[in-house]
């Protein structure tokens, strides 16, 4: 006989891991994952927290909510040590970077400082070359993999079911059950499936279908250079998080990638780039370096959520933003589903070439 649950959650990635919190709150939920573990491109990235994002630092879409859902998050799962609310550091590389930062600093002072060249360099001796730089004081860094991994944790505490290594071959719905079947021939029923799959969509024709596009990711690690005094995360020439040891130091946004495998030559362009930001990093040995591929959705850049068909919903797309959205988006799932909200119209589910284009489904799980 087929297990039956309210919701079944497919993908143990952040979006997946913090849907099946938020749902589990009330209802019962089985998240499906066909890894040994957490999984997703934001396993590999190195947990940057910015709600002040794009070149010129400005708030993300929903930024500052957004980083209000993470810290609920992060608390009402036990988590408070994966994330270091360090700050970030985002150094502006011309004057018309530096215009633009400066204004944000003006705008948002509860959240921002701008920093002069001469500042800059007197407070941090490390950083390289620079129009000044724009302090970030909310933010900071997150041990992503351990977040999920607390995040699972909690889900199970709310009553939530997991299994892991259970790739999924396909899923359905009559007018009264949605369904999952799994490679190991199982059958599993709910009223509603919610599908996080990442870059696992290419698997399916029905996900192929969707607006999205692949882009692989590249990560490395360096020893930490003596002296090395910014103790918060850099993000402008890809980005430089530190650790005790080691900087880890990314990324790459590569479309036409023939290997998901990382790379030496995308390493030594990781660290060429990073130079900018800090002198002589390109001249560091590797440690090791990690490469992931994220989905996102092209022309918006904000990830997608909503039905596509009866009872069948995705919450995909996330991009590089992944930890503050689908922290987000995952807490305002179980409005979204009962109706009690609309979805907004940035992230509504849309298709390439299709003339549902602005026509979400109306959900069908009540």
């Known amino acids: 006989m087929a297990d039956t ?30 890894g040994k573990g957490p999984s997703g491109a934001s396993t590999v990235a190195a947990g940057i ?28 799962a036990s988590a408070e040590q994966c994330y270091q609310r360090c ?43 620079a129009c000044g730089a724009l302090h970030l004081r909310s933010g900071g860094v997150m041990d992503t993999p351990r977040l999920i991994k607390a995040v699972m944790e909690a889900a199970v505490r709310n009553g939530a079911k997991i299994r892991m290594g259970t790739c999924i071959r396909s899923w359905g719905a009559t007018p009264q059950m949605a369904f999952v079947l799994t490679e190991d021939g199982r059958r599993y029923h709910a009223s509603c499936v919610l599908l996080c799959l990442g870059s696992g ?18 990560v490395v690690r360096v020893p930490r250079p003596a002296g090395y005094d910014i103790l918060m995360p850099i993000s402008g020439h890809g980005y430089i998080v530190p650790e005790q040891h080691e900087l880890i130091v990314g990324t790459t946004y590569e479309r036409g990638f023939t290997t ?23 001249r560091l040995t590797p440690l090791s370096a ?38 987000l988006l995952s807490r305002m799932l179980p409005d979204l589903m009962k109706s009690r909200s609309p979805i907004p119209r940035e992230v509504q589910v849309s298709y390439r070439n299709s003339k549902k284009i602005g026509q979400p489904y109306l959900p069908a799980f009540r």
């Open 290 to 327: 990690a490469a992931g591929v994220r989905v996102g959705v092209p022309g918006t850049r904000l990830p997608m959520v909503g039905p596509i068909a009866d009872r069948i919903w995705v919450l995909t797309g996330l991009g590089s933003k992944g930890l503050l959205l689908a922290a």
């Open 87 to 129: 700050g970030v550091l985002r150094p502006a590389s011309s004057q018309m970077q530096a215009d633009s930062f400066r204004a944000v600093a003006d705008a948002w002072p509860k959240y921002a400082t701008w920093l002069e060249a001469d500042a800059l360099h007197s407070r941090f001796r490390s950083a390289g070359v």
């Open 201 to 218: 969509y290419k698997k399916f024709s029905l996900l192929n279908a969707l607006n999205l596009h692949r882009t692989k990711g590249q």
């Open 5 to 34: 649950f309210d919701i079944i959650v497919a993908g143990a990635g952040l979006a997946g891991t913090s849907s099946a919190f938020w749902l589990s709150k009330h209802h019962r939920v089985m998240l499906l994952e066909a």
């Open 260 to 282: 998901e495998a990382p790379t030496a030559a995308a390493s030594r362009n990781i660290l060429r780039q990073a130079s900018a930001m800090v002198p002589r990093l390109d």
């Open 49 to 76: 927290v910015n709600p002040f994002a794009g070149l010129r630092g400005r708030p993300m879409w929903q930024g500052l909510k957004a980083l209000d859902s993470l810290d609920r998050l992060v608390a009402e």
